[in-house]
């Protein structure tokens, strides 16, 4: 598998414009609920979440696709999880996640199976392989084509998942300034998965149409590699939304927001203020005694009592009404103030920086790329 790619926003697109003609679902409404609950706003942008949707479907079909050439090499008849695990052997970060994702889904069946039992859990009754099934089916996997050591060290690794825990102290941080009914919400919307949408999922990527089709735990690999995608897209898209947000001590900004405010704060005379150099100055200064205004305008300039003492107060005063004004009619004609959503801008910022070998994202960048399109999730 080559590292190597030509054009990462040109692979996605490719591929998301031959997406399966048969799909007929959408998966829209959930990414937006996703999206809120990795990172977002309350309200996703439906442009962002439509966006997001071709990128992780392009990515899952080619994934598709690539698995099952690897299955018919070996002869079989449907997509396992051993061609999957093929896959992502080279970026064993996101492989020790899916192994603790599989050893997870082994014991949340125990979980079930004991409660539909009406029994305890006993540890040597469930140690048994067809229990443990994902578990075993990874272990004998991964020591066929093991060298080093390395593959098998992984299933028994028991370091913190930094990546989980950074989402977790994301999503505290989310939840400190909601109320009950927000909170709910949110605790709803982190519940949304594709694997709770099943026959959807696989509706979406068409899989009845294919040759050669996944197995059930195939699908719920692929399902967990759809949503670590759109996981790592709001990761990528909220480190590119603050690194374009404006600091607070950029000088740059600081000369736009000067000029901005000598020419436009005031319309109609943005020539006759100049910029106070020094708080003393006979200009800042307010005068003696109040002076009679001429009979007539002089230079076809108006005087504005407001404008005259120190700092201009009066306009202040008059851009704050006006950016009131502007906030109240944007709340009258129900438009929220959407500038903190992740944009699709961002996204695509986002895979630009993620598919380049150096530059402020490449300690994340996925371990290969192939027909122009670098992988998110392995």
């Known amino acids: 598998m080559s590292s190597n790619a030509a054009s990462p926003m040109s692979g996605v697109a490719s591929l998301s414009s031959g997406r399966g003609t048969g799909k007929s679902a959408s998966f829209v409404p959930e990414l937006q609920t996703m999206l809120f609950a990795l990172g977002d706003v309350r309200r996703p942008l439906q442009e962002t979440a439509a966006l997001v949707e071709d990128i992780v479907h392009s990515q899952l079909i080619h994934l598709l696709q690539q698995a099952a050439d690897i299955s018919q090499l070996r002869g079989a008849r449907v997509i396992s999880a051993e061609d999957i695990l093929f896959l992502m052997r080279k970026d064993k970060k996101k492989l020790r996640r899916l192994l603790k994702y599989m050893a997870f889904r082994d014991y949340k069946s125990k979980i079930v199976k004991s409660i539909d039992e009406e029994e305890p859990i006993e540890t040597d009754k469930f140690s048994c392989s067809n229990v443990n099934k994902r578990q075993k089916l990874a272990q004998d996997f991964l020591s066929s084509i093991d060298q080093t050591g390395e593959f098998l060290a992984l299933l028994e690794d028991t370091e913190i998942d930094e990546i989980k825990q950074e989402r977790l102290e994301r999503a505290e941080r989310q939840t400190r300034m909601m109320d009950p009914i927000q909170y709910a919400e949110f605790c709803e919307s982190r519940q949304l998965s594709f694997s709770k949408k099943a026959s959807k999922f696989r509706e979406w990527l068409d899989c009845?149409?294919?040759?050669?089709?996944?197995?059930?735990?195939?699908?719920?690999?692929?399902?967990?590699?759809?949503?670590?995608?759109?996981?790592?897209?709001?990761?990528?898209?909220?480190?590119?939304?603050?690194?374009?947000?404006?600091?607070?001590?950029?000088?740059?900004?600081?000369?736009?927001?000067?000029?901005?405010?000598?020419h436009y704060n005031t319309p109609g005379e943005g020539l006759s203020v100049s910029v106070k150099t020094h708080m003393d100055s006979p200009e800042n200064t307010p005068p003696s005694t109040p002076t009679t205004p001429a009979s007539g305008p002089q230079h076809g300039v108006k005087t504005h009592p407001s404008n005259l003492g120190n700092g201009g107060a009066g306009q202040d005063s008059c851009s704050k009404v006006k950016q009131r004004k502007r906030k109240k009619s944007a709340a009258a004609c129900g438009l929220p103030a959407q500038s903190d959503a992740i944009q699709p801008a961002h996204i695509r910022e986002a895979i630009r920086r993620y598919s380049h070998k150096i530059g402020p994202l490449s300690p994340f960048t996925s371990a290969y790329c192939r027909n122009g399109m670098t992988f998110l999730a392995c």
């Open 208 to 262: 009845s149409s294919m040759e050669v089709k996944p197995n059930a735990v195939a699908m719920e690999i692929l399902s967990y590699l759809a949503y670590e995608t759109v996981a790592q897209l709001v990761d990528l898209a909220l480190l590119v939304k603050q690194d374009m947000a404006t600091k607070a001590g950029d000088p740059f900004s600081h000369v736009i927001s000067a000029t901005y405010i000598q």
